[in-house]
């Protein structure tokens, strides 16, 4: 057929973990634990499939676990949305983002997003009949350069997608970075996406800057999160989207003809393990830097280049003193010849990109990342 999506293959996480599986490769490609979130989650789903949960859930999902979600916002970041209008759960943050983007971009409007970025937001911004102005950053800090953002603005401009912390860059946003946003868009009517499912996986000493902690920027924008990553069950796919009343409704419109509404059991479980442990994602820092202090002390050995991962479950590696191959070829031959499967950068910009950099997914179990170290110190 003549396809809308001519340019799209299977996405590199698909292509790249079933590589892994083909070879037997240790797989940080992919971004998933190795290892199962806390057992009263689990105790919990089973619980409520037993005692009969197991009928549609309400459309912007259960108020259960909407209340909750509202509290812990509150916790996290001081503002508490409302239930009501301003909370949507959705089937993961995947779900979030296309329904914010079918909900916003109209045929012919811009969006505006920093490179590399996540594979997702492309296909949903051309399936809505949009643009993407793709704005390229350079490692090894990846910093947006905010005259080019400006001058990137049109009359045609409709949204900006945001993602902090970041994936695949493992950079984080300074709070000046949404002031820095905000002044260039203040005065256009421009609306903001920003992807936050590594929200607990930040490193930094400020911590994670939230789109929520900017009171103006706040009223234009649809700040998404992800259960997948806070409780380290990505295959439950349960998310949510926050935002102002009249973006939630518009958000609605499409999500409720998308998936019409999300996982019983599952949602019932979350809001339960939010109100017993209402702080639990508080210890996510610590966990995941102790992780990536393991993994980046094993690598210290070997030719990679470590870059600074501030969030994020991942790292980048420079691998110019191990290879000449580009990214996607040595992503695959790290695979087939070294046993650690990785992701290539490039997938994730539009033009070219000139530099020898793979990602590393480093929430697995201690003794995956031993082995995956000792297998490329010995490249
Ligand atoms: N955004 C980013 C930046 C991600 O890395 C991911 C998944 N790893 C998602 C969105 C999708 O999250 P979910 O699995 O909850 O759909
Ligand atoms: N977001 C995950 C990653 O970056 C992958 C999710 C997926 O496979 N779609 O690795």
Known sequence: PDSKLPDLGTTIFTRMSA????HGAINLSQGFPDFDGPALLKERLNHHVASGANQYAPMAGTPA??????????LQHGLE????????????????????????????????????SYDSYAPAVTLAGGRLVRLPLGPPEFRPDWAQFRA????????????TPHNPTATVWQADDFNQLWQAIADHPVFVLSDEVYEHICFTPAGHGSVLHHPRLRERAIAVSSFGKTYHMTGWKVGYAIAPPALTEELRKVHQYLTFSVNTPAQLALADMLEAHP?????LPDFYRAKRDRFARALAGSRFKVLPSL???????????????DDVAFARWLTEHAGVAAIPLSVFCAGPFPHQLVRLCFAKQDATLDEAGARLCRL
Do not use: M
């Open 152 to 163: 990137s603005l049109s009359p045609r401009t409709r949204l900006v997608i945001v993602n």
């Open 19 to 22: 590589l892994a599986t083909e």
């Open 81 to 116: 949305p409302d239930p009501e209008q301003e909370i949507t759960i959705t089937a993961g943050a995947t779900e979030a983002l296309y329904a914010a983007i079918t909900a916003l971009v109209r045929p012919g409007d811009e969006v505006v997003c920093f490179d590399p």
């Open 311 to 325: 969030g994020t479950y991942f790292l980048l590696v420079d691998y110019g003193a191990v290879s000449e191959l």
């Open 279 to 283: 702080e639990h994602w508080r210890q």
């Open 65 to 74: 676990l909407r209340r909750a979600i509202a509290a812990k916002t509150r």
